[in-house]
T-cell receptor
């Protein structure tokens, strides 16, 4: 049982380049999330998806786009990377409505924009 | 909007001591979940303990327990007999029941000293 798998684990981009972070979960969860983690800021929600075909903005959506391709996959795209987007990115999933609900996280992607 | 506040950016305690991490939250909701997540240097996010707001009894998981004060909107984590492996960043998180957003605090970095 792989849980939440996100790729890549590390990436260096030049300012202005684009890239997509991939995330897949095999737990049949309906909700998926993208967070960024910065020192002293905790985890901030970028976008989330309550179900296949729906996405909503979180706290810090500017500069990002997302796609909920199907129930398993939720990708995060940076169209034109900026140094301010240097961060560690986490994908997570959860099953809403479950008594034992919790968020399961991927291993994170450390992104550096130079 | 819900907010989660962790007022202790960093703490250090000696091995085998007991330590309490503070968390307060702001919500007008009555039904919600609260979580403590641990993030060791490996960057992995690990659920430590979960509390459902409708339960008056404080959750416990081995050496980890919470003091949930619903009226005061307080959710502190107590680690008993602390171990070197407890060294990590700890995040308090909030999820409204029926919602899909999980809101995190900024974290407390805990050092267990030998």
């Amino acid at each position: 049982n792989a849980g939440v798998t996100q790729t890549p684990k590390f990436q260096v981009l030049k300012t202005g380049q684009s890239m997509t972070l991939q995330c897949a979960q095999d737990m049949n969860h309906n909700s998926m999330y993208w967070y960024r983690q910065d020192p002293g800021m905790g985890l901030r929600l970028i976008y989330y998806s309550a179900s296949e075909g729906t996405t909503d903005k979180g706290e810090v959506p500017n500069g990002y786009n997302v796609s909920r391709l199907n129930k398993r996959e939720f990708s995060l795209r940076l169209e034109s990377a900026a140094p301010s987007q240097t961060s560690v990115y986490f994908c997570a999933s959860s099953r809403q409505g479950a008594l034992n609900t919790e968020a399961f996280f991927g291993q994170g992607t450390r992104l550096t924009v130079v | 909007a819900q907010t989660v506040t962790q007022s202790q950016p960093e703490m250090s305690v000696q091995e085998a001591e007991t330590v309490t991490l503070s968390c307060t939250y702001d919500t007008s909701e009555n039904n919600y979940y609260l979580f403590w997540y641990k993030q060791p240097p490996s960057r992995q996010m690990i659920l430590v303990i979960r509390q459902e707001a409708y339960k008056q009894q404080n959750a416990t998981e081995n050496r980890f327990s919470v003091n949930f004060q619903k009226a005061a909107k307080s959710f502190s984590l107590k680690i008993s007999d602390s171990q070197l492996g407890d060294t990590a960043m700890y995040f308090c998180a909030f999820m409204k029941q029926g919602d899909d957003k999980i809101i995190f605090g900024k974290g407390t970095r805990l050092h267990i000293l030998p």
